[in-house]
């Protein structure tokens, strides 16, 4: 933070700059935070349907909790921790145009399903149609399934227990069936299985039938195949979220919502390279803008040094591509 505030120009001392970080309401933030990712997501990604997957993002801790132990979650140990802030994203499934389109942070102490509701309020407002939903076997509960299938269309693979699934599991060929989760009890659910057989085919020295089985919810116009084809697209999310990495401001303060506002600061800045190399840059050609190999999320970050401080030499020439983002961002901040 010091080394940001000394070396920006017009900028307020870290002293003064923390203080006031601290005095910021989470709730603001966050809803701040989204309203400025729709309005990037209106920049670029239009009104047509898209496809949104969701994912948790961990980030490790070694400290204490700031204030309550709910502050702070698990997950898999990393760096002599298992302690982590944890927050829910959503992502376009859009290969010129991935843009993260909503954020929230979690809590140990509040159910998973709340804080899916929470970050579908933010997908709501979005200037397109949400055409369905990848998730991963995080969210296999009932009450978070209920919400996702509320939205829109949900795939999400199972976790394998129980003998009912276990029977399910126990075949050679694709199928659709229906699975009955948590049988005879008051939150009794019923949805749609896509049972899918596969070849491994030596992959991973591994050869067999390898037998996966996926939520399904809406999709019955596709074939079991179909609906794990769709569901493996979300794996480029881990690009997005690797970027995100990138941009985050490191610190050492156990506050956490001056820790979120630097992860919803990371996700606003890799949207923004992502609107500058294909609104700016891109060449235009039939069927699509060619994206610029060479602007790589590195040089967008030199960019920025280059723009918040004068005394950094200018290294960089970008021809700009004459068609920009189109005049419906315009209009919709206009309105």
């Given at each position: ?64 909790p700031h204030a309550d132990d709910g502050e702070l979650c698990h997950t898999k140990p ?258």
């Amino acid at each position: 933070m010091k080394a940001v505030t000394d070396t920006t120009r017009k900028a307020y001392s870290d002293d003064y700059t923390l203080a006031q970080l601290h005095t910021v309401p989470a709730a603001e933030l966050e809803a701040t935070a989204n309203r400025l990712l729709c309005q990037q997501a209106a920049m670029i990604l239009g009104t047509g349907p898209r496809i949104i997957c969701l994912d948790f993002v961990d980030i490790h801790y070694h400290g204490c909790p700031h204030a309550d132990d709910g502050e702070l979650c698990h997950t898999k140990p990393r760096d002599g921790t298992s302690q982590c802030h944890r927050y829910l994203a959503g992502f376009v499934l859009c290969q010129a145009k991935p843009l993260v389109v909503a954020v929230t942070p979690v809590r140990s102490d509040e159910p998973k399903s709340d804080a899916v509701e929470r970050l579908l309020d933010h997908v709501a407002a979005l200037p397109f149609e949400v055409a369905g939903l990848l998730a991963d076997r995080g969210f296999y509960d009932g009450a978070s399934i209920k919400r996702l299938d509320a939205a829109a269309a949900v795939a999400l693979p199972i976790i394998r227990r129980g003998k009912q699934m276990a029977e399910k599991l126990d075949t050679t060929v694709s199928y659709w069936t229906e699975y009955v989760m948590y049988e005879g009890s008051e939150r009794e659910l019923r949805f749609p299985l896509a049972v899918c057989v596969s070849y491994q085919q030596g992959n991973r020295g591994k050869h067999g039938l390898l037998v996966r089985a996926y939520v399904a919810c809406d999709l019955a116009d596709r074939t079991p195949k179909e609906v794990e084809a769709l569901y493996q697209k979300r794996s480029a999310i881990e690009t997005a979220f690797r970027t995100m990495r990138e941009a985050r401001a490191r610190t050492s303060t156990t506050d956490p919502v001056v820790r979120l506002l630097f992860v919803l600061v990371s996700f606003l800045v890799r949207n923004l390279w992502l609107i500058v190399r294909w609104g700016v840059l891109a060449t235009p050609r039939r069927g699509g803008r060619a994206l610029p190999v060479w602007f790589r999320f590195e040089v967008f970050r030199e960019w920025l040094d280059h723009a918040l401080d004068d005394t950094l030499c200018r290294k960089w020439e970008a021809p700009t591509n004459g068609v920009g983002i189109p005049a419906t961002y315009g209009q919709l901040d206009a309105g």
